[in-house]
């Protein structure tokens, strides 16, 4: 047992998540080519709580960039198992307030 106590603060790193970015196959895990603009849909879901879809989100790439629109239920989890830390993302658009984003 850890002698951390569970109530103490803490950063979220890749370690936390299944998935080792660093060995990530995913086409967004590396940047886009020079002039090329990349576009991932990491969820397509509706309002409707869904167990086989993740909440609406799309990460958008341009160069070195990345943002994030309408982040959606789950879009954290999709972020990294595309290869993208949270901490990578430069802005997040909200195209409208709606309960699944």
């Known amino acids: ?18 998935v080792n970015i660093t060995e990530s196959t995913h086409p967004a895990a590396k ?7 990349r576009v991932t849909l990491l969820g397509t ?3 409707i709580p869904s167990t086989e879809r993740f ?8 160069g070195e960039n990345n943002y994030v ?8 989890v999709r ?3 595309a290869g993208v830390e949270a901490g990578q993302v430069d802005g997040l ?5 709606h309960s699944d984003h």
Request: net charge negative; glycine share 10%.
């Open 1 to 18: 047992m850890s002698s951390r106590n569970a109530a103490e603060p803490r950063d979220v790193t890749a370690n936390d998540f299944p």
């Open 31 to 37: 940047p886009p080519a020079e002039g090329e603009l």
């Open 45 to 47: 879901g509706s309002p």
């Open 55 to 62: 909440g609406f989100s799309v990460l958008v790439q341009a």
């Open 69 to 76: 629109v309408d982040a959606g239920r789950g879009a954290i």
């Open 79 to 81: 972020l990294i198992q």
């Open 93 to 97: 658009f909200l195209t409208h307030f």
